[in-house]
């Protein structure tokens, strides 16, 4: 986080984790992956690291659903931040 609390995603650390795991679809280390998001495995907003052991793909039904079980919603409740 920055001095006023924000978030600090890095494009770097997204990007050598595409190097490390290609588009499960594709292939690719670069560019679109249909259907698939790059996921914080434990949310940045309850103290994860924005690294690439913390990073992993899920498909995008998963990723961003609206219900209440949702995997970020569900996350935030079972992952607390002192």
């Known amino acids: 986080r920055n001095t006023a ?15 490390v795991h290609p588009c499960p679809i594709t ?4 560019g679109a992956c249909p ?9 940045l907003a309850s103290c994860g690291c924005d690294s690439v052991d913390n ?3 899920l498909p995008v039904e998963i990723k961003t659903c609206a219900g209440v079980a949702c995997k970020d919603r569900w996350e935030r409740r079972v992952y607390t931040c002192p």
Do not use: E, T
């Not at 924000?6 to 990007?15: E, F, G, H, M, N």
């Open 55 to 57: 990073m992993q793909w």
């Open 35 to 43: 259907g698939w998001q790059v996921d914080h495995i434990i949310p």
């Open 5 to 19: 609390g924000q978030i600090i995603r890095s494009s770097a650390v997204r990007d050598a984790f595409m190097r």
């Open 27 to 30: 292939g690719k280390i670069n």
